[in-house]
């Protein structure tokens, strides 16, 4: 008997840790999400950019990779005064998956709207305007105790072949 319940004391033992675990960190992730939509709302690079690692590295939707956070704000700056002067987003975080004690990956869809235009190959998902993309996230907890994306590639949703 006791050591049926020493069996099953070990096997739930980690779900109810990372139950805990998951709770803390997912709202802090969400968070940053959070924050990073805001401040392309505003039109803000440096808080957008923020969010990153000093050598976090950024995939846009054209495949482009821009490394370090400094890269990422100047090429975002140059989109907010340019073709997402007036862009609005909508996040909404998908999914939320704790990858190590310091790591978690999260994934998140992006509405995007009111835009001058979009890049070259890109087109609205909705007939409406709406672009949808999703963004994957892998953030890693630094030194200084705040998430911060290590990594993010966005990719446009594309429609099903029939």
């Not at 997912?26 to 690079?45: C, G, K, P, Y």
């Not at 998908?94 to 235009?117: F, G, N, Q």
């Not at 409406?128 to 911060?148: E, N, P, Q």
Request: overall charge positive; charged content about 25%; glycine content about 6%.
């Amino acid at each position: 008997m006791q050591r049926r319940l020493f069996l099953t004391g070990v096997a739930l033992a980690p779900l109810a840790c990372r139950s805990t675990a998951g709770t803390v960190d997912e709202a802090s992730l969400r968070e940053v999400v959070a924050s990073q939509a805001a401040a392309w709302n505003h039109h803000d690079a440096h808080a957008w950019a923020d969010a990153f690692t000093p050598d976090g590295e950024f995939v846009n939707i054209l495949g482009t990779l821009l490394e370090g956070r400094e890269q990422i704000e100047k090429r975002h700056a140059e989109l907010f005064t340019t073709i997402f002067s007036r862009s609005r987003v909508v996040v909404t975080t998908r999914k939320v998956l704790s990858l190590a004690a310091k790591a978690a990956l999260v994934e998140t869809v992006y509405e995007l709207r009111d835009y001058a235009r979009l890049p070259p190959g890109v087109q609205p998902t909705d007939a409406d305007g709406t672009l949808r993309t999703r963004m994957k996230y892998v953030l890693v907890l630094a030194a200084d105790g705040r998430w911060r994306i290590a990594s993010a590639q966005n990719t446009a949703i594309g429609k099903l072949p029939p």
